[in-house]
């Protein structure tokens, strides 16, 4: 691995969404655990300023306010904001980030997002230093399908695409690919993701746009950026994430409830 020094390593929290469990509450603090009020975004955050020092949030300018609040009341002092102020996609919140990031001599970012409490430290220091050790441009999880038994909210993730000898060509959300394409998908990618900063900055802009038909502008996503690194031929890499539990996220009231029993039945999930 060549040496890198721990400030080249920025980390990024997206909470620029709109969801919400309750009306007009931000999805992202609402309290993750049935025992102790523990807002779910202080969670990742929390656990990114514990390896790297200094978080950059990004917000939009409807909740922000609010996970500002919540995060000073959590004690959250090395916190950015930074402001997202359309609904223009994950690969947009990075790009916005890119001037703070760059500015403090960040050269990869970890981005994770708000509504996903259960990284480990473990998992996502191993995720750095594979993307250091491997000289990638972008890392990111290998989550294994298991059958039946794999829970709705893993499946839906985006599923990793492989060429014939292995490598990684693409990420497809589920409903973008054939059925027959989904059986041969055994992996999915479940939104963390270590990203090579300049490379990232020279390549935004071949993104394609994704329009949503619902009046907002479009979204530019953060796993369309792996085709465009397999057209280069640049290294992306994956690591297998064992325990999915770890990739738990919250989307729903029924998933809120499911991520609160996980929560208080599997203390070892958030030590």
């Known amino acids: 691995m060549k040496n890198t020094r721990n400030d080249e390593v920025a980390s990024v929290v997206l909470a620029a969404g709109y969801g919400f469990i309750r009306q007009g509450v931000p999805k992202v603090v609402e309290s993750v655990s049935g025992i102790k009020n523990t807002p779910m975004v202080s969670v990742p955050v929390s656990l990114l300023a514990s390896l790297y020092g200094h978080v950059t949030v990004v917000i939009n300018p409807v909740h922000g306010g609010e996970i500002k609040r919540v995060l000073a009341n959590e004690g959250m002092q090395s916190v950015e904001y930074v402001c997202q102020p359309s609904r223009t996609g994950t690969a947009d919140a990075l790009r916005l980030c890119l001037p703070g990031l760059t500015a403090r001599g960040a050269k990869y970012a970890v981005i994770i997002y708000g509504d996903m409490p259960f990284w480990q430290p473990q998992s996502i220091k191993s995720l750095t230093e594979s993307h250091l050790f491997t000289q990638a441009k972008i890392t990111m999880f290998a989550v294994k399908l298991n059958g039946e038994d794999c829970p709705d909210m893993i499946k839906n993730f985006g599923r990793i695409l492989r060429d014939g000898t292995g490598q990684i060509v693409g990420v497809k959300e589920p409903y973008q690919m054939t059925l027959e394409d989904l059986k041969k998908a055994h992996y999915v990618n479940p939104s963390a993701w270590v990203i090579d900063l300049e490379w990232f900055d020279k390549n935004y802009h071949l993104l394609p746009e994704h329009g949503k038909g619902d009046g907002f502008s479009a979204e530019f996503w953060l796993p369309d950026l792996v085709t465009i690194a397999h057209e280069q031929n640049v290294v992306v890499s994956s690591i297998p994430l064992i325990d999915y539990r770890q990739a738990v996220g919250v989307n729903t009231p029924d998933e809120l409830d ?14």
């Open 258 to 271: 499911q991520a609160r029993n996980l929560w208080d039945r599997l203390p070892d999930l958030h030590k």
